[in-house]
């Protein structure tokens, strides 16, 4: 019989009814079943999958996707004002051009089962940050005022086309 500790005052016979040979199996499988939990390999994550949406053709031309969604996070690139050819609307109409620009949006989130509700980060670029505060309520149009995504305005030198006058990139959490 194994003895895993023994005091002079304590008695280490089996209780009444129970045989030595049954508590060491007991012992025995207890400590097989914590050994085998301790050796068992960690669940690998489950693999996240990449999906790239392209809203027009020439956006594989220019070299990048109009949205990437990855498990349900959808990153929506900067939207400008361009029609499905590239071509700029609104030329000096920063409300047009914003008003475009949330159009695009609009079109990618939809493609997705989307809409502004899920957006949860806007991030805007500008050329002209006073032009761009004079039509900052236009915002509303396309976001409720009690959910409104986090946001940060950016003026910066120039976008990719000079006359773009705004571009606006957001993150969605889909449903």
């Known amino acids: ?9 304590v008695d280490t016979g089996p209780p009444h009814g129970v ?9 025995a499988s207890l400590a097989f079943f914590a050994l085998s ?8 994550p489950p693999m996240r999958v990449k999906r790239v949406f392209h809203l ?5 031309d220019f070299g990048y996707s109009q949205a990437v ?7 929506i690139s900067g939207s ?35 809409d502004f509700e899920e957006v ?4 805007i670029y500008t050329t002209d940050m006073d032009a761009l505060l004079k039509a900052s309520d236009l915002r509303f149009e396309y976001y409720d005022k009690e959910r409104l995504p986090t946001t940060s305005w950016v003026q910066v030198q120039r976008l990719v086309d000079p006359g773009f006058l705004v571009q606006i ?5 889909l449903p």
């Open 120 to 123: 949860v980060k806007e991030t």
């Open 37 to 44: 939990a301790c050796e068992r390999e960690p669940e690998a």
């Open 1 to 9: 019989m194994l003895k895993l500790c023994q005091s002079p005052s």
């Open 169 to 173: 990139e957001v993150v969605a959490e």
């Open 19 to 27: 045989s030595a040979p049954v508590r060491l199996l007991a012992i």
């Open 69 to 75: 969604l990855i498990d349900k996070t959808l990153y």
């Open 80 to 114: 400008v004002a361009a029609d499905e050819h590239g071509r700029l609307v609104s030329p000096g109409d920063m409300a047009g051009q914003m008003r475009a620009a949330y159009s695009n949006i609009r079109r990618t989130l939809a493609a997705h089962g989307a």
């Open 56 to 60: 027009n053709p020439y956006e594989k």
